[in-house]
């Protein structure tokens, strides 16, 4: 089965930077769509950053200006580049991709920012 593996979390003061990384551990056909969501707990997941195949994307308001949602298709891979980070922002991230097949959820992993 086709699994995605996020990495890059971690703790970090507020204003610092994290890069996570999402990668396929094959390939999932033509894909549609990725994104990002972040989850804390006993909260709903909400969707962080998009981007789609013609590479049109889409931030939650809370996260604009602040983090870049990329991809490589080359090696599977989808990052997300969080700047400034805040307090807000601690949660556990997970990758989703959507191709032509269906749709992909990684484990995820977590950033915790503390002040």
């Given amino acids: ?3 995605l593996v996020e990495s890059g979390g971690g703790l970090v003061q507020t204003g610092g930077s994290l890069r996570l990384s999402c ?7 033509r ?8 989850q804390d707990p006993g909260k709903e ?7 789609t195949s013609t590479d049109h994307t889409d931030y939650a308001d ?9 991809r490589d298709d080359a090696e599977n891979t989808m990052y997300l580049q ?20 269906g749709m992909y959820w990684g484990q995820g992993t977590q950033v915790t920012v503390s002040s």
């Fill in 1 to 3: 089965q086709v699994q």
């Fill in 82 to 101: 969080m700047n400034n980070l805040k307090l807000e922002d601690t949660a556990l991230y997970y990758c989703n991709t959507v191709s032509v097949f």
């Fill in 62 to 70: 809370s996260v604009k200006g602040r983090f870049t949602i990329s």
């Fill in 31 to 38: 894909v549609l769509a990725m994104g990002w969501y972040r």
């Fill in 23 to 29: 990668t396929a551990s094959e390939s999932i056909g």
């Fill in 45 to 51: 997941r909400i969707l962080v950053a998009r981007i």
